[in-house]
């Protein structure tokens, strides 16, 4: 899709980087461009910064933190299915569901389908926590997004989004 939109001028600068920026093996990445997508890269580094500074999902690693929002993404699910969602070994996986089950985040239940197997699942407590969590970051993000831009300048956050997300979307491997 080609854009007619034009890409603000006043791009937030990252902190000069100590090696250059490599080009596309095609050689086909103009400066402009480069720059722009170091620019993307740094600001998205930031907002996730500020964002988890607004709510934490507890001291957790981040492998047990992909597997709490695993679960709270996909729902239930049985250990197996978990170590392969995450590219690990099932005695990794039991180790992280051991962590979490001990700090009161997960829970299991035998498998209705397989007596054999448990499906883990996020506690109550943990889910709300999620959700309180995900709420004060949105809180966060509304009042920064009320208190610094013009109604104009958020539609042109929305079209930004929109391009970032078609972006995102193409894959490029």
Known sequence: MTSSASVPSALPTAAPSTSSAVAPSDGTARADTIELAESIRAVSVRLSRRLREQSTVGDFTPSQKNVIVRLD????????????????????MAAILSVLSEASVVQ??????????????????????????????????VRAVRATL??????????GIALLTEVIGNRVD
């Open 108 to 141: 299991r239940e035998p498998d209705p389908g397989d007596k054999r197997q448990h499906l883990w699942s996020l506690t109550d407590h943990a889910h709300e926590s999620l959700l309180a969590g995900r709420a004060a970051r949105t809180d966060w993000l």
């Open 73 to 92: 993404r996909d729902g239930a699910a049985t250990l197996s299915a978990l170590a392969r969602a995450e590219g690990m070994k099932p005695q990794s």
């Open 150 to 159: 013009s109604a104009r300048e958020e539609a042109e956050l929305r079209r």
